[in-house]
């Protein structure tokens, strides 16, 4: 961060004041910048969440309507709450970096703001657009699941990292599965990415997040790269791309045909 972290009981104004006045222009500008969108990002809370509260107050079991507005608005709130994820910055006189706890809870915000809207699409039988609703499950399951990769291994249990995962690669399935009878299977090669464009960016991002796990096994130390890798092929091995599954018999074989796998999953997306 720029604006170097002061404890004190200073006001913000005064913060900034004294920014100012010590010729920290770029400090100051960047501290009033923050400010701003600090603002602007609590009041369009406050609206979402006003939002929310009048189409769950107008939601009624006789009008499908309704509840597709209230699944819908749930959703965009859920959306918004995961762009905060993208640049990981806290907003504010001092600008700082998300630490990973706060990214988890975020991503958990997100998550159940999506995992509401499929309950009430479900329950009323709506109109929710389900693929992209597992897609933003499994990004939201996918980031919390990243707070946990340095968790340490025992024996007598599986790790968090790997029970997550696992639910964030189901929801990447659930979702390529779901765009398929959407879109239809015959137009699979012809929709474009973009998390909204079809179900290649649901096959995309499911193998993409098998990559993820095989460099984060390989990034261990020595003494639990063992235990990563062996985790890694395990979860990789779940989600085979094509009908033959690698034969071998060595961890280290397993390893590369994962990552062999992953790869020519990748290059079905580019063709």
């Known amino acids: 961060s720029m604006i170097d972290p002061i404890q004190t009981k200073k006001s913000i104004i005064d913060h900034l ?55 819908e608005m749930a959703e965009i709130i859920g959306t918004a709450i995961y762009s905060r994820l993208h640049r990981s910055t806290l907003h504010g006189a001092h600008m700082k970096k998300m630490t990973n706890g706060r ?9 159940c703001c999506f995992e509401y809207a499929r309950t009430i699409n479900d329950k009323f039988e709506g109109n929710l657009s389900l693929w992209e609703n597992s897609f933003m499950t499994g990004k939201c399951i996918e980031k919390v699941a990243n707070s946990w990769k340095f968790e340490i291994f025992l024996s007598s249990s599986e790790r968090t990292y790997a029970v997550l995962m696992e639910k964030a690669l189901k929801s990447y399935q659930s979702a390529y599965n779901e765009a ?24 995309y991002r499911l193998h993409a997040c098998r990559l993820k796990i095989l460099l984060n096994a390989v990034c261990y130390c020595p003494d639990f790269r063992k235990m990563a890798e062996i985790e ?38 580019r063709n």
């Open 180 to 203: 398929l009878l959407y879109y239809g299977e015959e137009k699979v090669d012809f929709v474009g990415g973009g998390s909204s464009h079809g179900p290649i960016e649901a096959f």
């Open 103 to 111: 990214k988890a809870v975020t991503a958990k915000t997100a998550l």
């Open 17 to 71: 004041a004294e920014l100012y006045s010590n010729k920290r222009f770029a400090d100051w500008q960047q501290g009033w910048g923050g400010v701003f969108i600090s603002a602007l990002m609590r009041v369009s809370k406050r609206c979402f969440a006003m939002a929310l509260y009048l189409a769950d107050m107008a939601l009624d079991t006789d009008n499908d309507i309704d509840a597709d507005v209230l699944s």
């Open 232 to 269: 890694a092929i395990r979860l990789c091995e779940l989600f085979w791309f094509g009908d033959q599954k690698s034969e071998r018999s060595e961890d280290k074989d397993k390893l590369w045909g994962c990552l062999a796998n992953v790869i020519a999953s990748l290059v079905f997306c």
